[in-house]
């Protein structure tokens, strides 16, 4: 215990145990990069991998030994000599080596895996750290299966290889089975069981079959563990490992559960190291994962909306600036309320007056209810057809469309006039949008030539929003652009192209009241 509290060590198996998750592989310069970014994160341990395993495993233990300056690396070995001196081997160029070597301790193991006694393991154990410490001075003993193990067989084999020269005793919950309150109660029976235990440091190695890989890891460092050893992202064997986000940020975040605890790790580079272990592995960090992912600090609820933004604390037990994200996120969808709408529309640079805002406001949730997230440019895209001056001859009630190879392309158009009169027209074409013109067309009555016709998708996913751009020349010569935005081609497309028309019969207009007025002031 130091002047600042108790030091939890943070042990990272990524490269070793997380790479054994299916689908997991890593070359050797990927290795590095990680290993790299495991240094910035400021982890104790980096276990880079079994290297009797493969020549591949070997080059990856060796190249970062090479790298790491601050951190142990350390190679994990079984209790056999070969392996202990092929590792030792590749650990040569390491400042801190750290070989890795045990044993199963659970009657199934040692029945069904090493087809041995109980003595003849713990014998074996024995001889396998003599062995390590010839080569390094931090030798850690894995008891494998510890949590479906005999505590008594378990306190024996711990303090004969601490006898030995082991200074690190990992206990892993090899499968997963165990629940916080047995493993708890496996930690603090070792920590009072255990005559020479004050000469280690007891690690805690969980796996999350049962989903309490983190609960588990919290209990044993509340038990008396002093060493966490867990993966970024919490991938792994299975169901993968323990959590590095999730056991330090408890840690970091509960500071009246774990009082004077504390680890070494930067957590503002917990994201960064998530994304690319991620990124390299090909693993994906599901959206609703705890601290690192995608959901973690989004907000999609209107009550939690305006919660968050009066206060973030109402929410938010972690500041997402903490671990490297730069703000929460608020999720614009159908349940958003004004306040989370209004709060985005002003990020972007847009104020409104309550009436102008609640034209805004029912365009969203028309376009929130057709897609499941709005995104900001379809917030800028409802603004601009809200900001659009250009008195509105026509309105767009309805487009219904009918395409395919087998048949003709048809359209039906309902459009109102201002003076509150509906009229239907429908039409074919050469393709569904060409129709839907033809038929507004026969609606509207104003002469012009289609001189562009432009789409794009504004936003990802297979709801986009599709923003149409169309510019026509009416009989003047003048040249007319309409814009419009829908989840649908077809919808967008007429939209744009009933714009450009209010916009040709709206000056259209203008010209005929100018002239009148002239002519009015010559008779005076």
Do not use: W
Request: proline share 3%; net charge negative; aromatic share 6%.
């Amino acid at each position: 215990m130091s002047s600042d509290g108790v030091r939890i060590f943070v042990f990272d198996t990524t490269l070793r145990d997380g790479e054994q998750s299916p689908g997991a592989s890593l070359n050797v310069e990927e290795k590095i990069e990680i290993a790299r970014q495991l240094e910035r994160l400021g982890v104790d341990v980096i276990e880079a991998g079994f290297p009797i395993s493969s020549p591949g495993d070997f080059r990856a233990v060796q190249e970062v030994s090479k790298i790491v300056h601050n951190a142990a690396v350390c190679g994990l070995t079984r209790a056999v000599h070969k392996d202990i001196e092929v590792a030792a081997e590749a650990l040569k160029p390491a400042k801190r080596p750290r070989i890795h070597t045990g044993l199963g301790v659970s009657d199934i193991h040692l029945k069904y895996k090493l087809r041995m006694s109980r003595e003849e393991a713990l014998q074996r154990g024995v001889e396998a750290v003599k062995f390590a410490r010839r080569f390094v001075d931090e030798v850690e003993y894995f008891l494998e299966d510890a949590g479906r193990a005999d505590p008594e067989y378990i306190y024996r084999v711990i303090e004969a290889v601490i006898d030995a020269g082991a200074s690190v005793i990992n206990v892993p919950d090899t499968t997963g089975y165990t629940v916080p309150e047995e493993f708890g109660a496996l930690i603090r029976g070792i920590m009072n069981n255990v005559p020479n235990i004050d000469k280690a440091i007891v690690s805690v190695h969980c796996h999350d079959d049962l989903g309490m890989a983190t609960a588990n890891t919290l209990a044993g460092v509340l038990n008396g563990a002093r060493q966490v050893e867990v993966t970024i992202n919490g991938i792994g064997e299975r169901a993968g490992n323990t959590s590095l986000e999730e056991v330090v940020m408890a840690i970091h975040t509960r500071k009246d559960v774990f009082k004077d605890m504390y680890t070494g790790i930067n957590t503002t580079e917990i994201y960064k190291t998530s994304r690319l272990v991620s990124t390299l592995t090909g693993i994906l960090v599901p959206p609703n994962k705890a601290i690192v992912g995608a959901n973690a600090f989004a907000h999609s609820s209107g009550i939690h909306q305006d919660g968050v933004l009066k206060e973030r604390t109402t929410y938010e037990i972690i500041d997402p600036r903490s671990v490297g994200i730069t703000e929460s996120k608020i999720i614009l969808t159908a349940r958003s309320g004004r306040h989370g709408v209004r709060h985005r529309l002003e990020e972007l640079g847009y104020r409104f007056d309550n009436q102008q805002f609640e034209r805004i406001y029912e365009k969203f949730l028309e376009l929130a209810d057709k897609k499941k997230q709005v995104y900001d440019e379809d917030l800028e895209l409802l603004v601009a057809d809200a900001a659009s001056t250009v008195v509105q001859t026509y309105e767009l009630l309805h487009v219904q469309a009918l395409a395919g190879d087998k048949v003709v392309p048809t359209a039906t158009v309902k459009l109102r006039h201002v003076n509150g009169e509906e009229h239907v027209a429908t039409a074919t074409g050469t393709g569904p949008v060409d129709a839907a013109y033809s038929a507004i067309n026969n609606i509207v009555q104003a002469p012009n030539e289609l001189l562009e016709f432009t789409m794009q998708a504004v936003t990802e996913g297979i709801d986009a929003m599709a923003e149409v751009t169309v510019r026509v020349r009416g009989q003047e010569g003048d040249v007319f652009t309409g814009r419009g935005s829908a989840t649908d081609i077809v919808v967008a497309s007429a939209k744009a192209y009933v714009q450009a028309l209010n916009k040709l019969l709206d000056r259209r207009s203008g010209v005929r009241r100018a002239t009148i007025g002239e002519e009015e002031l010559e008779h005076v």
